[in-house]
């Protein structure tokens, strides 16, 4: 366990836990959190060892948002709360485009700050009672780490003008409804539901999942053309790579297969 004040690393066989810890503000952001935050996404990026990202809150809560006292107190007002949006843009842009996938774990409120952390990762799986929403609208705010642009790709033009101008919380099952999360279920039934997601993603190829998401995540900003160009290529590359061939091998040994990441 690596241990920060406002944020702890738990580096779990190959699963990295992501922990943000201030409990006595629901996890609510800070510029010191965004700051290790981001130091941990590239650290956990780097290390081979390390196959998932899985983020969570303490205590049962996942993250309520940016600190309103912080906010009030240092950037209200003041030049410097432009600084501010760019950090947390850019922290939640390193988290959706790291090569290791990343789960959140929504429990209690995912709203603001915490909203915007949770849309940046590639799946999320929420207890039934967690309140999750955009919510800024509510206090004559803005989300400036991605609603505009990773929501209408997620759930679609109207869903997202129904989540950002009305300021509604879902909860998990209706998030899941809402197809904004991949599950949802009952609090305690959360971990075993995470476990089995995140086995799901540990026993592939680290190499094809990284290639794999990483054209993914292009699949709605090109032309189809481009498209189809990048996706020869990346066909290309699987069938280049020794996992390709020990994925193929293994299959016609009736074995599991070895990876070796490349």
Known sequence: MVHTDHVLLEKDGDVARVWLNRPHKKNAVTVELLHRLDEIIKEVDADPDLKVLVLRGVQNQFCSGFDLDELLSDYIGSTMAMDVAVLS????????????PSVAVL????????????????????????????FHIRRALFGGAG??????????????????LTGKLLSGQEAKDFDLINDSAPAEELDK???????TLTDKSP??????????????????????????????????????REGVQAFLQKREPKWVGR
């Open 147 to 164: 609603p505009i642009y990773r929501l209408p790709r997620m759930i679609g033009l109207r869903k997202t003008k129904e989540l950002m």
């Open 107 to 134: 429990e209690g409120f995912v709203t603001a700050g915490g909203f915007e952390l949770m849309i940046s990762c590639d799946f999320a799986i929420a207890s039934d009672d967690a309140q999750i929403g955009d």
């Open 193 to 199: 539901r995470v476990e089995e997601f995140v086995a």
């Open 207 to 244: 190499y094809m999942m990284r290639l794999t998401k990483m054209a993914i995540n292009q699949g709605l900003d090109a032309d189809v053309r481009s498209l189809m160009i990048m996706e020869h290529l990346a066909v290309g590359n699987a069938l280049q790579s020794e996992d390709g």
């Open 89 to 100: 843009a850019e922290v939640c842009d390193r988290l959706y485009s790291m090569n290791t």
